[in-house]
């Protein structure tokens, strides 16, 4: 280990170079002007640093609406999914059922569907039903997309919690609820955690059903709304504004990571059973 | 306390493939009694304790705790209190609210369940790990939550499923004490399942011994040990465990393997016209001859066999006597050695001998054989065909 030190250095600077870079480049174009930016000599680090791309962006109506729905149908899709994952999971896990092994391929081959091909369909689909351009009509795709991974990882969390928990608890005077929801619960804590964060990146990134299910504000999230920043003429994008949207729409996914980040603690259960 | 007896009426236990696990097993559990089931795994002795709390369907039979029928109550309604093999703690509550666990549930005031956890915690001398997860406490404290947990409420009684079972065996000799000293001061109706014949000997007022789901002999450790009702009982209780050998009795002797011994009269005249017989005699129950008063070490009582190999325990010592068994009864004594787990290689006669004694390893040695404590057992049924005499 020792003698390897120095090489283990030189690879993390690379893998940290080779990641970050693209971030720090958008960081420092967002605080550009945007006269620098179409100067024609870009340089690294802003000749002159302003906060004017924070406020123009954070002032426009449309980004704002854009935020808002993109919070709310993140938000609404995650505890959808995760409330109908953990049900679902818990029942693969613990039940013995007819079908069971059906269940778990359907999900699988949901998750293995291309999104890009349902777009057409689905857009027919949802202005028939009057879905178009609302949140639901987001809502509903998003949860489908994202409850099969949910519930393959919550149902390998529920396996891994000792059977004798849940009898210890019924023995002791809960009901089956009381059980699921004083026992298994907090100890597949880290499941879901963990399923609740991989659907809310998903809904919160989506790009192909946000552009193609939306055509107007109502429900247009923040990663299609992006593409409509196109400034004054097409030859001369605002740079700038995309990369302070873009830094804007990242921090609460960086914010969520560090603090769903402390939730996730592996081991949870050690201790249950004999050590 | 409210305490209750637990009566079991003709419980059968049958899974999907028609296979009963329990075969219309009668036991009755008195007030207050220190029940213990025991056997080799697989007999069905933790299934009947999970039906008796509720985690197991009946498939027939009568369940009755307390003077009421419990067959179809959900565990929560049967007021048992269980401690699980593996604990079951809950990992993400600390001690305090592990044992305050039912309470909570019972929805009883704060005030209340403080005190009686504190009461639960005091006897099992938890006081200071109260406020610790389950993952940082060893082994015995974990084993002490658990019953914490079982002791908080007014169960009707206790059940323990092979709670010694994941300790080492110093801590387990311990704990069996504690579980003894405990039950005895509150004096609750107890049901231990255990695969431990030691633990069964030690804890039970009675001993449900059972073997393929059918309850072999229900009796106290004493007469189990005494009076075996038949080869399984003999061989399962006991450690080092009886020994057994083709026998076959004319008159008022029998030709062992060993020689041709008197046995008493009162056995003679029951074993009379029999063929072939296992006889089965306690390692305890054969002693180096030269330590026994020579008026009674006669040919009639003793025999000269090879020892060897002799182990010194230091209270005691075991002379390994090997001998070639006849094929009939060597075919029913592996049978019996793979039903209780054991793999007995060879046939060979174990004897516990006083420490005084000079029994050399691989030589030949005069034994002395107390044929009064010898039993006699049908080959083909097993069972004891001297029970009392």
Known sequence: MKQNGLGHWIGFVAILVWCLLPIAWILSLSFKPVAETTSGSPQFLPRTWTLQNYKDVLANDDFQRALLNS????????????????LAAYAIARLEFRGKRFVLSIALAIAMFPVVSLVGPLFDLWRTFGLFNTWPGLIIPYMSFTLPLAIWTLSAFFREIPWEMEQAAQVDGATSWQAFRKVIVPLAAPGVFTAAILTFFFAWNEFVLAISLT????????PAQLSFFVGSDQFNPPYSQLATASVVVTVPIVVLVLLFQRKIVAGLTSGAVKG | ????????????????????????????????????????????KSTLLRMIVGLEDITSGDMIVGGKRVNDLAPRDRNLSMVFQNYALYPHLTVYENIAFPLRLAKLPDSEVDAKVRQASATLELDEHLQRKPANLSGGQRQRVAMGRAIVRDAEAFLFDEPLSNLDAKLRGQMRTEISRLQKRLGITTVYVTHDQTEAMTLGDRVAVMRRGVLQQLASPRELYDQPCNLFVAGFIGSPPMNFLPATVDGDHVTLPFGRFKIPQAKADQLQGTDLLIAGIRPEHLEDASLIDPSEATEETTFVAHVDVREWLGDSQYAYIPYEADAVVEKQLQELSRELDSDQLRTQLVASLDTASQIQEDQDARLFIFTEKMHFFDPATGENLTVGL
């Open chain 1, 71 to 86: 919070a709310g149908i993140a938000a609404i899709a995650t505890v959808l999914a995760v409330i109908f994952a953990t």
């Open chain 2, 1 to 44: 306390m409210a305490m209750a007896s637990i009566e079991m009426k003709n419980i059968v236990k049958k899974y999907g493939d028609g296979f009963p696990a329990v075969n219309d097993v009668s036991i009755d559990v008195a007030d207050g009694e220190f029940m213990i089931l025991v056997g080799p795994s697989g007999c069905g």
């Open chain 1, 215 to 222: 055509s107007t504000t109502d429900a247009r999230t923040v």
